[in-house]
């Protein structure tokens, strides 16, 4: 399973489904754990949130490259 292919499924757990539809051909594009972290931060406005930033740190814990 691809790193982009992994965030999908975290996605499909956490966001509804047209989000998910909206976001999928951005998230499939994610290779590297930096390009997640990058995405999530800033394209997703995560930045400066605590509890958004524990769930990424949970996310990128979880992901294999």
């Known amino acids: ?23 999928k051909e951005n998230i ?14 800033d394209d997703r406005g995560w930045r400066g949130d605590d509890d958004f930033a524990d769930t990424l740190i949970h996310l990128l814990s979880t992901l294999e490259e």
């Open 28 to 41: 499939l594009k994610l290779t590297t754990l930096e390009e997640v972290k990058d995405y999530y931060m």
């Open 1 to 23: 399973m691809t790193l982009g292919e992994q965030v999908l499924e975290f996605e499909k757990e956490v966001s509804d489904e047209s989000f998910v539809n909206e976001e």
